[in-house]
Each structure stands twice: as structure tokens, then as C-alpha cells.
């Protein structure tokens, strides 16, 4: 191997999990995991757009995110959208705006969710509505909107990239009573997986990472409880919530050259609660 050869190869090896330079939109980015999802691309250099219903708290955390980044002299920098995406023309409406101000995208992160809890017998029709079409629909009408800006994006050598944040309540059934979810989770891994094999000749990977429990206002009320936070942890063999770098790490490997070849995959993030089992 040459001189040259050996540089260039390190050159490849140093630069195989950033995605500096790359344009990505993260769903729910204002707070909890989209925001640790958002802050870790930013730093790795990613202009980043982040969307959520409360356009304050985005524009707020935008703002911390980029003051950050630029004490810490990265070239990342983060955008504030508001929209609403529990209904189809809310979609559309993110849609037109990232149409108008983009020209591609590298990288989408379907992150936004809600969640709902209620007894077996009296579990609402409006505890289904809601959380359906926050995490299953919004997500695939979100990505069919976008292929224009990610196929302006793909390459057979750097696919555009969409991630789904589903969730180990649709590996293994939940303790709680959250129905509706699980189902909505297991839906977007079953998305995740068909888009995937109809993209894939188009150069846009599909994937999906499963996350255990991450301390966010997702999982308040449960941790505000001891009783009920020992009760999840005491599910997860590495003892812990799951974390931002956990996250970060999870993110950028399947967003970077280094996850190129993967697409139609869920990852389960969850310290071992879905593969120790049983
Ligand atoms: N926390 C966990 O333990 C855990 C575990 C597995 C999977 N997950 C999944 O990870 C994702 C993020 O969860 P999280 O714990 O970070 O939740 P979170 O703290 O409640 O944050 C949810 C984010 O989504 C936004 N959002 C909610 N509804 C929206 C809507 N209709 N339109 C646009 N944005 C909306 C919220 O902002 P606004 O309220 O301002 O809209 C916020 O930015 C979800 O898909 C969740 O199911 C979480």
C-alpha cells in the first residue's frame, strides 16, 4: 500500500461516523429525545431542523442548542419550525415550509410520539385517534411528503437516511397500560421494514431504533414514583435509563458512511430489556 493509499484510508476511517455538513429534520426536537437527537448532530457539524407543536419551547431550545455549539466551535447549527402533526394537513404544512427553505434533506428523524394510558375497559376511541396518528400515520406521510428533498439528497455511496423512533414496547408487552402504543410502535417497525425494501433502489435507507426507557416528561409521571420507576428499571438488565449519548452514538452510526449498508432494521436501544427476555 502506498503512502497515499494509507492517508486516504485514514482519511475514510476518520470520517466514518460523522455526518458533518448533512441537512436533517428531527420531529419533536423541541425536548426529550428529539432534542438530545438534534444537539448531538449539531455538534457533529449537521444543520439541523427541529419541529414541534410549542413554537416557543423549539425556538428556545434551538437557541440553547446553537449558543452551545458555537461556545464549543462547531459548524452545526440548529432551526426552529413549529407544526402540529397529529393531523395529515399539519404535515403538509411542515412539508410546503421545508420545500420552500431546503433543497435537500440527508437525514429524517421521525421522532415525535405521544403516548396514552388507561384501563383495558375504558381505554377511549380518542386515546387511539391521537396516538395513531401522531406516530404511525404523521410518520409516513411526513416521508412520502419529503422523498422529493431526499432523493435530491441520496446516492448509491451516501443514501439519505430515515430514522423512526419506535420503541421497546413493541418487542416485548408493556407493563403499562398503554395500548394504543404498543400498537403504534409495532405498526412503525413494520413501516420501517416495507419502506425500506421500497426505497432501497433509490438509494433512502429506512431504519428504526427501539429505545428502553430514556428519562424524559414521556416517563415523568413514572419516575416521580419509586415504586413504579424500580419497577422499570428492575426490567432492564443494565440497570439504567438510557441516555443522550446513547442516543447520539445510535443516531450517528445509522446516519453516517458507517450505516450505509443498513436499511429495514430495528435496533433495540433498551440495555437489554427485548434480547435478555424471558
Ligand atoms: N422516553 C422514553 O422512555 C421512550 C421510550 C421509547 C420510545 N420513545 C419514543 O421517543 C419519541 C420521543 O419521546 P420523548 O420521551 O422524548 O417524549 P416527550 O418528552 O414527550 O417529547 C415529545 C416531543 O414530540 C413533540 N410532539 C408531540 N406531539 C407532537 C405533535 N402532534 N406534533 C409535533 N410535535 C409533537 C413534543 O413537543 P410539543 O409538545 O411542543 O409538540 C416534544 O418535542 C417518541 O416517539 C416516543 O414514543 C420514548
Known amino acids: ?73 462547531t459548524t452545526g447549527r440548529c ?32 421522532n415525535a410520539g405521544a403516548t396514552w394510558g388507561a384501563p383495558l375497559e375504558h381505554f377511549p376511541v380518542k386515546g387511539w385517534t391521537k396516538v395513531l396518528n401522531t406516530n404511525l400515520v404523521a410518520p409516513f406521510y411526513l ?15 451516501k443514501p439519505a437516511r430515515v430514522i423512526n423512533i419506535g420503541s421497546v414496547d413493541a418487542l416485548v408487552a408493556p407493563h403499562w397500560e398503554n395500548f394504543s402504543y404498543s400498537a403504534s410502535k409495532a405498526g412503525l417497525h413494520m413501516m420501517t421494514r416495507q419502506l425500506a425494501k421500497h426505497l432501497a433502489p433509490e438509494s433512502i435507507t429506512v431504519n428504526a431504533i427501539a429505545p428502553g426507557p430514556i428519562l424524559t416528561d414521556m416517563l415523568g409521571h413514572i419516575a416521580a ?7 422499570i428499571l428492575d426490567r432492564v438488565p443494565l440497570g439504567r435509563y438510557g441516555n443522550a449519548d446513547d442516543l447520539t452514538g445510535a443516531v450517528r452510526f445509522l446516519a453516517s458512511s458507517a450505516g450505509s449498508y443498513l436499511t429495514g432494521v430495528v435496533i433495540p436501544l433498551d440495555g437489554g430489556l427485548s434480547g435478555c427476555a424471558g
Open 225 to 231: 414514583d419509586s415504586n413504579a420507576e424500580a419497577q
Open 1 to 73: 500500500m502506498s503512502i497515499t493509499d494509507s492517508q486516504d484510508s485514514q482519511r475514510r476511517h476518520d470520517s466514518l461516523f460523522t455526518i458533518r455538513g448533512r441537512t436533517a429534520l428531527v420531529t419533536g426536537g423541541s425536548r426529550g429525545i428529539g432534542a438530545m437527537i438534534a444537539r448531538g448532530m449539531v455538534f457533529d457539524g449537521a444543520h439541523v431542523v427541529i419541529t414541534s407543536r410549542n413554537a416557543d419551547t423549539c425556538q428556545a431550545t434551538a437557541e440553547s442548542i446553537n449558543a452551545a455549539a458555537g461556545a464549543a466551535g
Open 143 to 157: 416521508t412520502t411528503g419529503l422523498l422529493p428533498l431526499l432523493r435530491n439528497a441520496a446516492t448509491p455511496e
Open 79 to 110: 432551526t426552529a419550525v413549529a407544526s402540529d402533526l397529529s393531523s395529515v394537513d399539519g404535515v403538509a404544512t411542515l412539508v410546503s415550509w421545508l420545500e420552500e427553505h431546503l433543497e435537500s434533506i440527508d437525514i429524517l428523524v421521525n
